[in-house]
């Protein structure tokens, strides 16, 4: 069976596994699971923005779909954004509710290390 790859994908997915270990949403580790997602979009990226470690999140597949798709997204301090036409069942099936973020702006302000 021949499978089409995009150039340089490999090679992305490997340096992005040296910098994280698991799906940066729900925490997905078994490595077959995720996949090495652009937070630019490679269409849109240049060939050195492709391969750039930091245009990249580890996301198993379905947190993948939806940064693809523009349902989720990121804040500069790295806190989820969801969006509103995403359902609380759906939001709860795919470990995105805001329960998430509310313990985030905990740890934030009582546990990070500035």
């Given at each position: ?76 301090d790295g806190t989820i954004l969801?969006?509103e036409s995403i359902d609380m ?26």
């Amino acid at each position: 069976m021949f499978v089409k790859s995009r150039i340089g994908q490999t090679i992305f997915k490997k340096a992005l596994l040296e910098k994280e270990e698991k799906c940066k949403i729900c925490g997905v580790t078994d490595v077959r699971f995720l996949m090495a997602s652009h937070k630019k979009p490679r269409s849109q990226s240049n060939n050195r923005e492709r391969l750039d470690v930091n245009n990249g999140l580890l996301l198993c597949p379905n947190h993948d779909a939806l940064i693809d798709k523009g349902y989720i997204s990121f804040d500069g301090d790295g806190t989820i954004l969801v969006s509103e036409s995403i359902d609380m069942d759906t939001k709860v099936f795919l470990n995105i509710y805001e329960k998430q973020q509310h313990y985030m702006e905990w740890h934030r302000e009582y546990k990070y290390k500035k």
